[in-house]
């Protein structure tokens, strides 16, 4: 959840090194923080049988949306949707939210339509709102603070996965930032039966691309990944130009990416519901991120793509 | 912790329509929570013997502090210090944070001297950092969200006071945006410390003045108040053109405003260590805001008052 943002050459740490550094300087001394910074949520002990999970994401004006282009209702939408993507990804349910908004003055009485969209998302998933803060801002934002409950055995990390596990995708991929960033349903109930499948490894949600959260997942877990090109789920909604580096790269897809012991592939079902799931790839000891095209040829993702378009 | 802010005549919601729509709006459907929207935190189960609680405040650049006339340090300690003053009015002790940054790119390079401030005073009350948010944004803020735990037997609330109820506030009030409010110590141990004394009927902490929050506090408990001007205890900080008006309208004092019962007001000491307990006045059944002067005088604080200085 840390340093989601497209980086540029200006910002002079990259996102692993402000992850790393926070990791070393917010070291949790409460022994109830089981899991702190680094995964989708944060991993607190709540009750004998459970955890709570915390998250937190914000959605900018100019940098995750434009006013010209997105609804007050779709900013709010997706402000708590992107959240509850989150805690899904941990295999958890969102339970309470805290909303805060950033509105010019002159704003202030468009409050109500935010609402309207954070309410649809917390009412479809039973999330109450029971708190936050209004504070004027000359830039827009929206950021939720978002708390969840998982079955202890039912925790899913990204970083425990292994080499040799199967890679798997939720859906179809790219071009979400169209369209589908407002109106995407996070993959809460999806999680929940994956897991009662069987339970994966690994697993994180798709926000910043396929490319660069499977290099989360695969870092997290001290491995690499090769991934098969010609296995990946392209949405409908992928550019024409060149539809695997938008599958690849675009992010916005809110899908779950997940890792299977090898010998638990075939636990994992074609379907869950109307949703397709798809074996894409695998982890591997060695710690490169590749791209196996039908021909055999294995490419690796350069520095520059997962800069460029994480 | 909803809409602290400065109101202006462009905001078409007052601060307690915003509040009320809200709490309409958001009624909390999960048994597990106690109190939602429209106290300094959120109230919910945690186990037998405690709730958890939960706020959240955002400190926002040209609106709580200017960069021309605050270290990123200061704005960083400060923006966890107003959360956890929240917890401490609750009567709790704050335990996880989350903290969402918006930075210009360009900025991202100042975020280490921005948890300076945060870790100083993190480690100051052993709050643990266990996630958050790296955003871009043309406006730079920090937004923290901060859990805490209270014993059931010892949260306080806002609402809860009777009329005829005696009101206490720590410490000395005005002139704390010179300075103050980037060293003040949130009062977690002083409420815990006059809880131990003598449990208050209710408990705001003073982010927006005391008249300000002194009404949010006998509204919330369905009271009005008479607060004795000359018994107010003015900081050397506060203006020396009117220091009434300094202590009763500047805010960012973070202190304590909590309401006795009268026949437990002697169990409140008049120091906690070295912190000053100042008797200042009383609720009343009748619902106005008076400010009772020497002479017997009593002036109702106006609209105006209120709206231009809280």
Known sequence: MFWKEKETEK???EEKQVIDWLKVHCLPKDVRVKTGIGDDSAVVDYDSKSYLLFTNDAVVENVHFKLKTATFEQIGRKALAVN??????????PVW?????GLQEKRASVFKEIYRGILEMANLFKVDIIGGNLSRSHTFFVDIFLAGIVEKKNLVLRSTAKPEDILF????L???QKEKQFRF???VKEARAIIEHTKPSAMIDLSDGLASDARKLAEASGCGFEIE???IPISIDASRKNRISSALYDGEDYELLFAVAKDSETKIPERIGDL???KIGRLTERKTFLLKYPDGKKIRISKEKFRHFS
Not at 84 to 93: C, E, F, L, Q, R
Not at 97 to 101: C, F, G, I
Request: charged residues 10%.
């Open 11 to 13: 910002n002079k740490m």
């Open 174 to 176: 790219g071009g979400a």
């Open 185 to 187: 349903l996070p993959r």
């Open 97 to 101: 939210a805290l909303v805060s908004l």
């Open 84 to 93: 509850i993507s989150d805690i899904a990804a941990m295999g958890g349910i």
């Open 169 to 172: 995708v939720t859906g179809t």
């Open 276 to 278: 397709k799931i798809t």
């Open 229 to 231: 090109v010609s296995q």
